[in-house]
């Protein structure tokens, strides 16, 4: 099932930081009812996962977000507001449990078993071509020759269909404007993804966290407000959000195609300020929007589907069932580092941009969204993690996002400054961060031993604060 699955954002970290920078003197908060933005953002071409723990490099303030938390405040040039005073968007709710139709099930069923028919007809091929006599091999093979251009007809004519039949299910991208194959009903995708949530609700049934704990009201307001301010869109009016925070220490979040969110605490306690959370949350929302799952899953099914074709002709050319496993292990490689992974970063990278765009109506500073990617980066570097080359993961690395992201911000301020958000105030998030990252290096080197020429940075005990 990880075809139609979330597109997820997986990365681990334990930085508490509750107190927001950039917000101005002004007395139109973050999430004020004057800040609405119905812009329709124009056509215009979060999430890698990685396992680790960012440590207290980046805390502002030690005070965990629990469930006796004093409201959140968005602070700035000594203004603070209360986050709580804000009516929630009252779109979020639970939606009802769907009878998933036997269709999804269908293919969930067939194409395992398209795989295993390939293979017995393909050695059935094989066989029947050992087992025939040497004068009648010449005899096909002659015939073959002198119908060679009636065959190459009946290859071409087979492409042709494969074509006809991508070229006239692509669709346009919401937002984006990009043409896409889509082979799969929305119906019977929104059926598929209500099969999901049940399955992550059966696992979590024990870990949500009570619409009156305060991390809840958090994430309900982030949701609400980019929801809000977005509601021009009309993928985004359509969708009704539905919250779900997961009392789980690994730093998760996703977004289920119906608009189910789901986020662990593990996150909350990771993201440096709500900027970099909303910032998150507009990636996942954007998979969502864009209906990135059907489209990757759509992707995977078509070419799995041509791979038949040639998992035949593997199976019935090898001289031995060996070489033809190995043969089918490389035809699988091929497809998944040609195709499937570098299609995933495309669709990461879409989600980054929306996201972002996402962010900027709410009136967020987008600055913080390529910090968190250099936060994420620096914290591998710190703890000594081996890097994996770009073209082996489904996402961008940490720094190549960042690097993307600060390319997309001039844009997405742009987008900020037409909604009429207050001006950003106070230094840049980015020049804060080099700041901090050598404020570290310069305290890592202070802190060497006499008899080590190596620096011990597994645990740094820095707490940088915001200006």
Same mark, same amino acid.
């Not at 920078?21 to 812009?39: K, M, T, V």
């Given at each position: 099932?990880?075809?139609?699955?979330?597109?997820?954002?997986?990365?681990?970290?334990?930085?508490?930081?509750?107190?927001?920078?950039?917000?101005?003197?002004?007395?139109?908060?973050?999430?004020?009812?004057?800040?609405?933005?119905?812009?329709?953002?124009?056509?215009?071409?979060?999430?890698?996962?990685?396992?680790?723990?960012?440590?207290?490099?980046?805390?502002?303030?030690?005070?965990?977000?629990?469930?006796?938390?004093?409201?959140?405040?968005?602070?700035?040039?000594?203004?603070?507001?209360?986050?709580?005073?804000?009516?929630?968007?009252?779109?979020?709710?639970?939606?009802?449990?769907?009878?998933?139709?036997?269709?999804?099930?269908?293919?969930?069923?067939?194409?395992?078993?398209?795989?295993?028919?390939?293979i017995i007809l393909g050695r059935s091929i094989r066989n029947?071509?050992?087992?025939?006599?040497?004068?009648?091999?010449?005899?096909?093979?002659?015939?073959?020759?002198?119908?060679?251009?009636?065959?190459?007809?009946?290859?071409?004519?087979?492409? /042709?269909?494969?074509?006809?039949?991508?070229?006239?299910?692509?669709?346009?991208?919401?937002?984006?404007?990009?043409?896409?194959?889509?082979?799969?009903?929305?119906?019977?995708?929104?059926?598929?993804?209500?099969?999901?949530?049940?399955?992550?609700?059966?696992?979590?049934?024990?870990?949500?966290?009570?619409?009156?704990?305060?991390?809840?009201?958090?994430?309900?307001?982030?949701?609400?407000?980019?929801?809000?301010?977005?509601?021009?869109?009309?993928?985004?009016?359509?969708?009704?959000?539905?919250?779900?925070?997961?009392?789980?220490?690994?730093?998760?979040?996703? /977004?289920?195609?119906?608009?189910?969110?789901?986020?662990?605490?593990?996150?909350?306690?990771?993201?440096?300020?709500?900027?970099?959370?909303?910032?998150?949350?507009?990636?996942?929302?954007?998979?969502?929007?864009?209906?990135?799952?059907?489209?990757?899953?759509?992707? /995977?099914?078509?070419?799995?589907?041509?791979?038949?074709?040639?998992?035949?002709?593997?199976?019935?050319?090898?001289?031995?069932?060996?070489?033809?496993?190995?043969?089918?292990?490389?035809?699988?490689?091929?497809?998944?580092?040609?195709?499937?992974?570098?299609?995933?970063?495309?669709?990461?990278?879409?989600?980054?941009? /929306?996201?972002?765009?996402?962010?900027?109506?709410?009136?967020?500073?987008?600055?913080?969204?390529?910090?968190?990617?250099?936060?994420?980066?620096?914290?591998?570097?710190?703890?000594?993690?081996?890097?994996?080359?770009?073209?082996?993961?489904?996402?961008?690395?940490?720094?190549?996002?960042?690097?993307?992201?600060?390319?997309?911000?001039?844009?997405?301020?742009?987008?900020?400054?037409?909604?009429?958000?207050?001006?950003?105030?106070?230094?840049?998030?980015?020049?804060?961060?080099?700041?901090?990252?050598?404020?570290?290096?310069?305290?890592?080197?202070?802190?060497?031993?006499?008899?080590?020429?190596?620096?011990?940075?597994?645990?740094?005990?820095?707490?940088?604060?915001?200006?």
């Open positions: 099932t990880n075809t139609w699955r979330r597109q997820r954002l997986d990365l681990s970290g334990n930085t508490r930081n509750w107190f927001l920078p950039g917000i101005p003197d002004s007395h139109r908060n973050f999430i004020g009812e004057g800040q609405r933005c119905l812009l329709s953002i124009p056509n215009a071409g979060a999430n890698r996962t990685a396992h680790h723990s960012l440590g207290r490099f980046f805390s502002q303030s030690s005070q965990p977000l629990g469930e006796k938390v004093t409201p959140l405040l968005l602070s700035s040039a000594g203004h603070h507001f209360c986050a709580w005073n804000v009516p929630t968007v009252r779109s979020l709710r639970t939606s009802p449990s769907l009878q998933a139709a036997p269709v999804p099930l269908f293919w969930l069923v067939v194409k395992p078993a398209q795989k295993l028919l390939a029947w071509w050992k087992a025939l006599p040497p004068n009648k091999r010449e005899l096909l093979k002659e015939s073959a020759r002198k119908n060679k251009w009636k065959i190459l007809l009946g290859v071409s004519g087979l492409g /042709v269909v494969f074509v006809m039949f991508y070229f006239t299910h692509l669709e346009e991208t919401p937002i984006t404007g990009r043409a896409r194959l889509l082979v799969f009903g929305k119906e019977h995708f929104r059926e598929l993804s209500q099969m999901e949530y049940e399955m992550w609700m059966e696992e979590f049934k024990n870990q949500m966290l009570p619409e009156t704990d305060a991390r809840y009201q958090v994430v309900e307001r982030v949701v609400g407000h980019l929801s809000e301010s977005n509601k021009d869109i009309p993928e985004v009016a359509a969708l009704e959000w539905v919250i779900h925070v997961v009392d789980e220490p690994g730093v998760n979040a996703f /977004v289920l195609p119906n608009g189910q969110v789901f986020v662990f605490t593990g996150l909350l306690e990771a993201v440096s300020d709500i900027h970099q959370l909303s910032f998150i949350l507009g990636h996942e929302i954007a998979h969502a929007v864009l209906e990135h799952a059907a489209e990757k899953a759509s992707l /995977v099914h078509f070419l799995d589907f041509l791979s038949l074709i040639f998992l035949t002709m593997i199976w019935a050319i090898c001289p031995r069932d060996s070489l033809a496993v190995v043969g089918q292990w490389i035809q699988s490689k091929l497809q998944e580092f040609m195709f499937d992974r570098p299609y995933s970063r495309t669709l990461e990278a879409e989600a980054d941009k /929306v996201g972002l765009q996402f962010a900027a109506k709410a009136c967020v500073d987008v600055r913080a969204s390529s910090v968190f990617w250099q936060q994420m980066e620096l914290a591998e570097t710190i703890q000594g993690q081996p890097k994996i080359p770009e073209w082996l993961s489904t996402h961008p690395s940490h720094e190549n996002r960042a690097e993307h992201l600060d390319r997309l911000i001039p844009q997405a301020l742009k987008i900020r400054e037409s909604c009429n958000c207050p001006s950003l105030s106070g230094p840049d998030p980015r020049l804060i961060f080099r700041l901090n990252m050598q404020h570290l290096l310069e305290s890592s080197k202070h802190r060497e031993t006499p008899n080590s020429t190596k620096q011990d940075l597994s645990k740094p005990k820095l707490d940088f604060a915001h200006t």
